[in-house]
């Protein structure tokens, strides 16, 4: 949970900054989204090998342009 604590002389607009900076790192905008519709483990699992796959594709096209050189 992120909890920002506001100086005395400190601006409304810092401490904000702040707050999303906190809940960007602990990634809780991206689980509220994750979270927003339900999704199938199938449909996960699906999604998991597609990201693999393109991992996979951009490894190999460095590869050949590392030995190309």
Excluded at 47 to 63: H, I
């Amino acid at each position: 949970m992120a909890v920002v604590i506001i100086d005395e002389n400190e601006s409304f607009e810092v401490a904000l900054k702040r707050f999303k900076r906190m809940c960007e790192r602990e990634g809780i905008l991206s689980e509220v989204k994750k979270r927003q519709h339900y999704e199938k483990p199938s449909e996960t699992k699906k999604k998991k090998q597609l990201e693999a796959a393109k991992k996979m594709k951009r490894k190999q096209a460095q590869e050949r342009r590392k030995y190309r050189l």
